[in-house]
């Protein structure tokens, strides 16, 4: 869990995110190496790992979203749970319903249980999201429908953007723009306007809920990139990543 980023409300919530970035390596093939020790890295749900953030949750009376890689009987999946601050009890854990792109080639689907993601606490009623899970109409309804006061909403590093045919929708900077599907853009290297950015994903999510967002972005380090072997690859390449960040519902960055 070297590559990861913390947010926070009234130091009451403590917003986590794991990374999996070595997916997105340029032609990425079968890893009999990294591909194990990746699955035996990734957190059990009843490990003494887990137990020692439970600890530290309820000695700092704060409560934990953690998003990460779940090891269960060497299946992995992309997790969020929420930890208690009162009594280090997981009041909530859900793995990401359906993995996006690559991520399929490494990790499983989640269940009915995936849709019980928004609980009471001390300070609300706190719910969570994963990644791309926010392009998703009905998936986001449901999560409305459960009374969410507070979102946080997980996402990989995002850089600013480098100009080129770069991501947009994978940059610090990505907002709608105006909707203009011409391929032409795509064709001149430039930036097509009709792609969503995650920034633009949070805010509509806080606008629609009209809940609190917390815009949670993983931090990549240059170990985590020598380790994953993305230092070639078209996306986190680099290290930073760090741009969280907290929407109101007005849309308004606090």
Not at 6 to 25: K, P, T, Y
Not at 193 to 207: E, H
Not at 218 to 230: H, Y
Request: net charge neutral; charged share 20%; proline share 6%.
């Amino acid at each position: 869990m070297d590559d990861c980023q913390i947010g926070h409300v009234d130091q009451s919530l403590l917003a986590m995110n794991g990374a999996d970035e070595f997916l997105h390596r340029r032609a990425r093939t079968v890893d009999f190496v990294l591909g194990p020790q990746y699955i035996k890295n990734s957190l059990k749900f009843d490990s003494p790992e887990m137990n020692i953030i439970r600890r530290s949750a309820a000695k700092n009376a704060i409560d934990v979203l953690l998003g990460y890689s779940e090891n269960d009987s060497n299946s992995v999946y992309i997790v969020q749970c929420l930890i208690s601050g009162r009594d280090g009890e997981i009041k909530m854990r859900r793995p990401k319903v359906k993995p996006t792109h690559m991520e399929r080639t490494v990790f499983g689907d989640g269940s009915g249980n995936s849709l019980k993601n928004v609980v009471g606490t001390d300070i609300g009623r706190v719910g969570a999201l994963s990644c791309w899970e926010h392009t998703q109409p009905l998936l986001k309804y449901h999560t409305y429908l459960q009374r969410e006061e507070i979102h946080v909403a997980a996402w990989p590093p995002l850089d600013p953007h480098p100009g080129g045919p770069a991501l947009w929708s994978m940059s610090k900077e990505g907002q709608f723009c105006v909707v203009q599907i011409d391929f032409r853009y795509l064709q001149l290297g430039r930036r097509p306007d009709f792609m969503a950015g995650c920034q633009s994903l949070s805010q509509t999510y806080a606008v629609e809920s009209a809940a609190f967002v917390l815009h949670c972005t993983s931090v990549l380090t240059q170990k985590g990139i020598d380790a994953m072997g993305t230092a070639g690859s078209p996306l986190f390449n680099a290290p930073g990543g760090g741009c969280s960040a907290v929407f109101g519902p007005q849309l308004v960055c606090i």
